[in-house]
């Protein structure tokens, strides 16, 4: 892992139309992903971040200043690292270079508010992603997912009964649609969270998430089992969700039995599953 950016990593990061995803720590020490595609270099040594939204994902770097990141450009080309988060500001020259940028700048509804300052650790890549590889784990998933269900093998025209829904079914849809894209992220021996892609993930009913560890299966492999980790799902529009639970082998699969679920998607943050309580809003 390199300790620098170099020039073709920062002309890299600099276009908002990339992927960006950003694993933090709660502060209960539980994994969190977030999509921020304003993720940039600044120099060699120091990454900003853009804020336009409020969610739990920039919480959590204020609060426990662990990050992770997973940055993809439009070649399909992939760099991922760690930074640690130093302070936020509300104006100076990033804050006004980003709000030049076009995507911001002629945006009637919102604009970037505040910029988030983290100092590099480590950074390994570029490496393409393994399209090859994607496809045929895609293909073993889909094959393999009705027989990790919680509750058994599903066939057709039957469905088994699970429990109470997790993912509800705009969630179901996004995930397992060919156009999604899911990352896993999972907590390292040094408190630092790290984010592995696992496109090839579907759902196994409403409260399982399976994948094939294909392409990165040493690093996906070396997770203990009933690790505690974060799955963040989305797809070409920017919808997305982030759910959690434990790491699990089934079907010849790896797996997340959830728990927790999160919309991550502007602009409405919040959690989904469990649910909160309705709170009457009573007027001074």
């Known amino acids: 892992m390199r300790e620098e950016l170099s020039e073709s990593d920062l002309a890299a990061f600099a276009p908002s139309e990339k992927i960006g995803i950003v694993a933090t720590v709660t502060e209960a020490g539980e994994p969190h992903l977030t999509i921020l595609t304003t993720l940039m270099g600044k120099g060699a040594k120091e990454l900003t971040i853009g804020e336009f939204s409020r969610g739990q994902g920039k919480e959590n770097m204020a609060k426990t200043g662990k990050v992770g990141f997973l940055v993809m450009g439009l070649d399909r080309r992939l760099?991922?690292?760690?930074?640690?988060?130093?302070?936020?500001?509300?104006?100076?020259?990033?804050?006004?270079?980003?709000?030049?940028?076009?995507?911001?700048?002629?945006?009637?509804?919102?604009?970037?508010?505040?910029?988030?300052?983290?100092?590099?650790?480590?950074?390994?890549?570029?490496?393409?992603?393994?399209?090859?590889?994607?496809?045929?784990?895609?293909?073993?998933?889909?094959?393999a997912a009705p027989f990790a269900h919680p509750r058994g093998t599903i066939s057709a025209g039957r469905k088994a009964a699970?429990?109470?829904?997790?993912?509800?079914?705009?969630?179901?849809?996004?995930?397992?649609?060919?156009?999604?894209?899911?990352?896993l992220g999972a907590i390292d021996a040094d408190g630092f969270p790290r984010v592995i892609p696992i496109v090839q993930?579907?759902?196994?009913?409403?409260?399982?998430?399976?994948?094939?560890?294909?392409?990165?299966?040493?690093?996906?492999?070396?997770?203990?089992?009933?690790?505690r980790v974060a799955i963040l799902s989305m797809n070409l529009g920017m919808e997305s969700f982030v759910s959690r639970g434990r790491l699990l082998r089934t079907a010849g699969l790896l797996g997340v039995d959830l728990d927790?679920?999160?919309?991550?998607?502007?602009?409405?943050?919040?959690?989904?599953?469990?649910?909160?309580?309705?709170?009457?809003?009573?007027?001074p």
């Open 201 to 227: 993930a579907r759902s196994a009913g409403s409260r399982r998430i399976v994948f094939t560890p294909g392409a990165w299966r040493q690093e996906l492999l070396s997770i203990p089992m009933g690790t």
């Open 79 to 143: 760099w991922r690292g760690k930074a640690r988060w130093r302070r936020s500001a509300k104006d100076g020259p990033e804050y006004v270079a980003y709000n030049r940028q076009p995507m911001f700048r002629y945006n009637t509804y919102f604009g970037i508010n505040t910029v988030h300052y983290l100092d590099l650790i480590g950074i390994e890549g570029p490496r393409p992603l393994p399209m090859g590889a994607i496809v045929i784990g895609s293909l073993a998933t889909a094959v």
């Open 162 to 183: 699970e429990g109470e829904a997790i993912m509800p079914p705009p969630a179901l849809r996004l995930l397992d649609t060919l156009d999604s894209l899911s990352f």
């Open 260 to 283: 927790w679920l999160y919309n991550s998607a502007p602009p409405c943050h919040g959690q989904v599953y469990p649910p909160r309580p309705l709170e009457a809003f009573i007027s």
